[in-house]
Nanobody, 124 residues
Framework: QVQLMESGGGSVQAGGTLRLSCAPSELILRPGCMAWFRQAPGKEREGVASIDNDGSNSVRESIQGRFTVSRANAKDPLYLEMNNLKPEDTAMYYC??????????????????WGQGTQVTVSS
């Protein structure tokens, strides 16, 4: 049963914008932390951004200033606003969640629930 549902991926040209969203199912009420991860072909999964119920967030250094993670409150979806996209941002993006509260980590093993992913492709 799908517990996290991502949407918003697609194909854009370099410099473009995409907004990803992730909606938790009823099975995951009020997750303490949520995060975005990505995995490009032939590469390891890496943390992109995470946020806890208090709004504290962690953002991968390489995407600071371009990506913004947000979540209005513990019941709302998770978002990732991606601006000035680059070809190296091309990857499958996954949403993750856990019950425990923050500080919000960016290590995959610290998250229990995962979505099926949404593809982001950036062309030059």
């Amino acid at each position: 049963q799908v517990q996290l549902m991502e949407s918003g991926g697609g194909s854009v040209q370099a410099g473009g914008t995409l907004r990803l969203s992730c909606a938790p199912s009823e099975l995951i009420l009020r997750p303490g932390c949520m995060a975005w991860f990505r995995q490009a072909p032939g590469k390891e999964r890496e943390g992109v951004a995470s946020i806890d119920n208090d709004g504290s967030n962690s953002v991968r250094e390489s995407i600071q200033g371009r990506f913004t993670v947000s979540r209005a409150n513990a019941k709302d979806p998770l978002y990732l606003e991606m601006n000035n996209l680059k070809p190296e941002d091309t990857a499958m993006y996954y949403c993750a969640a856990r019950w425990e509260r923050g500080p919000p980590p960016l290590r995959g093993y610290q998250y229990r629930f995962w979505g099926q992913g949404t593809q982001v492709t950036v062309s030059s």
